[in-house]
């Protein structure tokens, strides 16, 4: 486990070598070093803007800072993937991977895996919260059912 703290631009590119980081998406990444989910959101207008973008696709602002979201949703949509890897992972088949429309705004979806839920219990429009995994050493977002209102709530 890492010492959360205060993260430097270089530290973020040793934490990430495989993703392409840019002054755009950045911050969402130092954040996530930091156990906090980021994104985007127009500072002129209040849109939430992700996939990342250094304007506002509403108002054309520049003010685009990156703003912690709430961590709720629903699942929009989901896929179950299956495909052969390392047997000696931890990770489970199928992975199920999820775009989570996050309560902030209408649209705003983040990919993600959906976790401490079998596999043939998710539904679409399943109420979710953030959790955190850990893989490779980094912590990752992830979204599992909220307790009472996912399907265990059933009867
Ligand atoms: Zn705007």
Redesign the pocket.
Known sequence: MRNYGPIDDFTVFELYPDIQLTHDNIEHYRALAERKLVINR??????WIYPHRPM??????W??KPEEISGFGKVFMFTLLYHERDPGSATREPLPVAAVELVEQKGLRYLSRIVNCRPEDIRHDMLVRLTWIEIGNLEWPAFEPIPGLGSDARG
């Open positions: 127009c500072g002129a207008c209040g849109t506002c696709p509403e108002c054309w602002s003010n685009v």
